[in-house]
């Protein structure tokens, strides 16, 4: 018995070790397994960051661009028949755009993709270059570093199907023609001389962009006839195809057969035949928007109508439709427009919208087909058809705009004694009383103002007021509640401000002589122009060799001359479509770009000759 109890107290401890060694492999085995998973579950993050590329912290920041250190094919590698173009630089990049960034020359329809690489970046196109042809592909800012984002400079391939490198190029500058500063991001391009199409449907075959200056380079150009035409792109897409967009040409074909240095053109805008791009229906009103500035237009309803813009003084030849004007007194003061029950009033809200206003005895779904017959400010004319009416649904005569009017020169101003008001309303006016428009010394003592004294245009939406008067000091502008009434029947709230006089040594004067030499075979076919800061025309003189611009207010100003070569007293911009130029403009010395004249007080300045 006591041996067995032995043996069995002896074996005990040994149970117990065994125990004890199957505890520690149970903990180690649940210890790996859990290592496991937890390795497995952040292995993608690891991966992640260790795919990441960034700055080690400390150290001086990086400032070097990326530099190129191969390129397939080579520069200006010969007889490349590859269809892959790849780059690898000095450090890790990538690539922001590049489709929309990069520029082929010449344009062809192959298509490519781009591939990122930790070094550099590869284009994979899906058709062969064409044959024996200089091709040059240009990166512009498209490719940084991943650091600090400096931009590869000067990033461009060149290379050449063929046996030699075509290496002709012409420069130049663009200028905008209205104010003769430089062009940024203007495209100038070649097309082909044997080109039907016009280039609002087809991209050039090759182009550069203007930089900040106006000065354009195309390089590697094979020689051959070229037509040279430049346009905006503001879209993006080498094409001329956005109505508006400024649009420069050279005159006569271009004979590449040797490098040009002095392709020089001018930048005018190009005709943007105007349409109906929204309509704003109410239960009263109706907005045409357009999408391009009008200057004046007309209504034709059965017979002709005309409701020009920019005069109020036509009449109407049908009661039916129409927004010309005709005004008439009904007593010594108040003068009403000859609307009636059936009239369709409409005026040009702003360039680009045309508010028509519903006849009192019409319903708003009432429909009227009428033409309008549209005029830039270079007499471009446009005709659209438009079905008119309105929408019974939309009632807004409860929170319809007020009748509102703004005021030139601004209150506070310093003013001229021959005095000069322009009153523009937010819609026509159907009647005023001039006994409750109020200009003198003090409200008991007002100028008389008779139908000598006020112009209305844009149908009755745009009032000038003129008189010469021996006021000094101050003066006095009033207008009383119930002075305008529109069309809607609703009055102008009461308006009153003072103004000051100018005094006769507070004002400046710029003048100067046209040389002969200078217009050529013009003859007197020239306009003199002043123009403030902002080139909105201020004066004008036609023919006069020597001009002369007095009582100005202190400011800037600029002077140009412009050459009249069809002698109808007005400028003429260009036609790309018919191949011509616009008229010459020349800025008087130091008023190009962006110099002006600064006028002082009681200042001349009698030498600005051209």
Request: proline share 5%; aromatic share 10%; with cysteine.
């Amino acid at each position: 018995m006591s041996e067995s109890v032995k043996e069995r107290k002896s074996d005990y401890p040994l149970q117990v070790h065994k125990v004890s060694c199957l505890g520690v492999i149970h903990s180690v085995s649940t210890w790996f397994r859990y290592f496991f998973i937890a390795f497995f579950l952040t292995l993608p993050f690891l991966l992640q960051n260790c795919a990441q590329v960034a700055q080690p912290p400390g150290g001086k920041k990086d400032t070097l661009a990326p530099k190129l250190v191969s390129s397939m094919p080579a520069a200006r590698q010969l007889n490349y028949k590859g269809k892959t173009v790849e780059l690898e630089f000095d450090e890790y990049v990538n690539s922001e755009n590049l489709q929309q960034k990069i520029t082929i020359t010449p344009q062809d329809s192959n298509t490519f993709v781009v591939k990122s690489l930790p070094f550099g970046i590869r284009l994979n196109f899906n058709k062969q270059f064409l044959p024996n042809t200089t091709y040059t592909i240009d990166f512009a800012d498209g490719i940084k570093d991943v650091t600090e984002r400096n931009i590869a400079k000067n990033t461009k391939v060149v290379f050449s199907t063929g046996p030699t490198i075509d290496s002709l190029f012409l420069t130049g500058n663009v200028v905008d023609d209205e104010s003769r500063t430089p062009l940024l991001g203007f495209v100038v391009g070649l097309f082909a001389s044997t080109d039907t199409l016009p280039i609002n449907r087809k991209r050039p075959q090759y182009f550069a962009r203007t930089d900040s200056s106006g000065n354009f380079r195309i390089e590697n150009v094979k020689a051959g006839l070229y037509k040279v035409y430049g346009f905006d792109d503001k879209d993006l897409n080498l094409v001329n195809n956005t109505p508006g967009e400024r649009v420069a040409f050279r005159d006569s074909v271009l004979n590449l057969n040797r490098n040009y240095t002095d392709i020089n053109m001018v930048a005018f805008r190009g005709y943007g035949k105007p349409r109906i791009s929204r309509r704003e229906r109410t239960d009263e009103t109706l907005g045409l928007e357009l999408s391009s500035g009008i200057a004046s237009y007309k209504l034709r309803y059965g017979r002709p109508v005309s409701t020009s813009a920019a005069s109020s003084t036509a009449t109407s030849t049908t009661s039916v439709s129409t927004s010309a004007v005709s005004i008439s007194a009904t007593s010594p003061t108040i003068t009403e427009a000859s609307y009636t029950g059936d009239t369709l009033v409409s005026f040009l809200e702003n360039p680009k919208m045309i508010r028509l206003f519903r006849p009192a005895n019409r319903a708003a779904d009432d429909t009227l087909h009428l033409t309008i017959v549209a005029e830039d400010s270079v007499g471009n004319v446009t005709e659209m058809r438009e079905r008119i009416y309105f929408s019974p649904l939309k009632t807004k005569a409860k929170n319809r705009s007020p009748l509102t009017v703004q005021i030139n020169p601004p209150s506070g101003e310093p003013i001229d004694k021959n005095l000069e008001f322009t009153l523009v309303f937010n819609k026509p006016v159907f009647r005023f009383d001039t006994k409750l428009i109020i200009i003198g010394p003090d409200s008991t003592k007002p100028l008389p103002l008779t139908p000598a004294n006020l112009t209305w245009s844009n149908n009755n939406s745009r009032l000038v007021i003129k008189q010469a008067t021996n006021l000094k000091d101050t003066l006095l502008f009033r207008l009383q509640k119930g002075s305008f009434v529109s069309v809607q029947g609703d009055t102008l709230a009461k308006y009153s401000a003072r103004y000051r006089i100018a005094e006769e040594d507070s004002y400046g004067l710029i003048a100067g002589r046209v040389s002969p030499a200078t217009i050529g075979s013009a003859g007197k076919n020239f306009i003199v122009e002043l123009l403030d800061d902002k080139y909105k025309v201020i004066r004008a003189a036609y023919g006069t060799a020597a001009y002369s611009f007095g009582r100005l207010k202190p400011g800037l100003y600029r002077v140009r001359l412009i050459i009249d070569a069809n002698g109808n007293r007005k400028r003429d911009i260009g036609n790309v479509q018919k191949g011509i130029q616009p008229e010459r403009i020349i800025y008087a010395p130091g008023t190009e770009e962006n110099g002006s004249i600064r006028v002082k007080q009681n200042f001349e300045l009698t030498d600005t000759d051209f």
